[in-house]
């Protein structure tokens, strides 16, 4: 399989904001490993069978259950213990495991700050491919220039799927993806834009890097708790029209 290649993190910190429930939290970040740039077609074409039309480009139109699968293959090829236990449409993440999964919102969003406070941990221009370079397609990994911490692709280029659920209150079993794609103008693209689909849902800019470190913790770690889920889902009274709730 071509290797996939991962940048340590330092231990830290990094602010989330929740837009609707207008909710801001500061997550403490032990260390950990992530991808220094998206799975790319050739990667998940090694792994998984699937042909490369072009193998630098990222990996896209991959469900979030595909990338659940394809981070359990990665594991077991490499010898690792494997990050979920699949049961149909369930998934469940065994933290204390070393193998390969999806960063959590919180890595997700302080591996991709590197330090920066700002929207963009660089001018766009240098950095990300969006809506202003005109691309109809993503473009080839690693491009635009890194952030600090020596990942390429964090903003632009393609949406990257998280661990997290999204809103589950709102959006149910929607997971998240972050950091904008090649279609979206800079208002997208930015450190803290969240949005995200349904778990077995495909889209044209939307693909992910892996993650890895096990934590000696139980259904709970880097920003993540299966209680806040539930917490999350529960919703007193009547319920705004379009929601579906997570029951």
């Known amino acids: 399989m071509t290797d996939l290649e991962l940048a340590r993190i330092a231990a830290g910190a990094v602010t989330l904001h929740d837009a609707r429930r207008k909710v801001r939290r500061t997550v403490e970040l032990e260390p950990f490993e992530i991808g220094v740039y998206p799975v790319t077609q050739a990667q998940l074409g090694d792994l998984l069978g699937i042909a490369a039309e072009s193998p630098r480009r990222p990996a896209v139109e991959v469900t979030w259950m595909r990338a659940i699968r394809f981070c359990n293959a990665a594991s077991e090829w490499e010898g690792l213990d494997p990050a979920y236990r699949v049961d149909g449409d369930e998934v469940a993440w065994q933290v204390d495991a070393d193998g390969f999964r999806l960063p959590t919102e919180a890595e997700w969003e302080f591996a991709c700050r ?9 001018p766009l221009a240098e950095v990300a491919w969006t809506s202003a370079d005109g691309l109809t397609a993503p473009a080839e990994v690693g491009g635009r220039m890194p952030n600090l911490n020596g990942l390429f692709d964090t903003l632009g280029n393609v949406w990257e799927w998280c661990w997290d659920l999204l809103d589950p209150a709102r ?23 969240r949005r995200g689909g349904g778990p077995t849902m495909a889209y044209e800019d939307v693909g992910f890097r892996v993650a890895r470190g096990g934590f000696d913790t139980a259904d709970a770690a880097q920003g993540w708790s299966a209680q806040q889920d539930a917490e999350r889902a529960d919703i007193d009274g009547p319920l705004p029209p379009g929601w579906t709730p997570l029951r």
């Open 114 to 122: 590197a330090g920066s406070t700002g929207a963009q941990y660089g």
């Open 171 to 193: 959006y149910r079993d929607y997971r998240v993806f972050r950091g904008g794609g090649y279609a979206d103008d800079a208002h997208s693209v930015r450190a803290s834009t």
